[in-house]
């Protein structure tokens, strides 16, 4: 949904190969959160010792309270009878819970993952502080709202682009000041997680949506500056990009 993260959670240790189309070195684990507009490839190997035809993976829905499943079903059948379908019912039922919360997003795979083919090491020629402001979007970066048709009467130019120069390589702050998570997308590059939370990621992982936990969190991400264009840097929660949780990159 547009408006919700996921935990996916597998019967069994699969291995994560790529994160919004950037490979990564290989990472393995049962359980892995997925925020709007993140994509994720997983290279899966079924256990000898796991006796049913079919892998049952859940995904959950971010919630303190009681967090509501969404389940993936994938089988070894081509095309399945009554009767089959039924028994992939009934083992579906006794796999999913339905008192399970998983509590809110957090930043753990932005600590765990590692790019296989990362940035080159650069100085930094343009660092700037992107802070996550407002309420629900409204106001939302750097205190500002812009804003697109048809959510905007009319077209106009961005009052508060973030500058670049071609070639530079580029490093963004994102400081969370609200309590809101977000997972924050950029057009036409992909980035590299450098910093979270204070502590320096070495060879973090490359990709183009990020999430940065609500409650003072931060996340620093690198990138090069070699598309020119003017390029959308923004909240992936729909409704908070409705609001104006929206900036964009643009070239000198």
Known sequence: GGMTNFQIIFPFEVTLVAADGQWVNPYSNTTFWVSVAQRMDFLIQVPANYNSSSIFITAWSENFI???????????????SDEEE?????????????TYATGMMNNFLNYELRSFIGLEQKNIDNSQVILLTG????????????????????????????????GQRVELNIQNENPDGHPMHL?????????????EIENGV????????????????????????????????????????LTTIEYQ
């Open 86 to 98: 039924n028994s992939i019912l009934k083992e579906l039922q006794e796999f999913v819970s339905d």
């Open 187 to 199: 057009h036409g590059h992909q980035f590299q997680v450098t910093n979270v939370d204070g502590t």
């Open 135 to 166: 309420d629900n979007g409204f106001r939302g970066l750097n205190h500002h709202s812009y804003r697109l048709p048809p959510t905007a009467p009319t077209f106009e130019q961005n009052p508060y682009p973030i500058l670049v120069n071609y």
């Open 66 to 80: 009681k967090s509501v499943p969404a389940p993936i079903v994938l089988t070894s059948f081509n095309s399945i």
């Open 206 to 245: 490359v990709r183009d949506v990020v999430f940065v936990p609500g409650g003072c969190h931060n996340v620093t991400i690198q990138f090069d500056a070699v598309n020119p264009g003017v390029w959308a840097f923004h909240c992936h929660l729909e409704f908070h990009l409705a609001a104006g949780m």
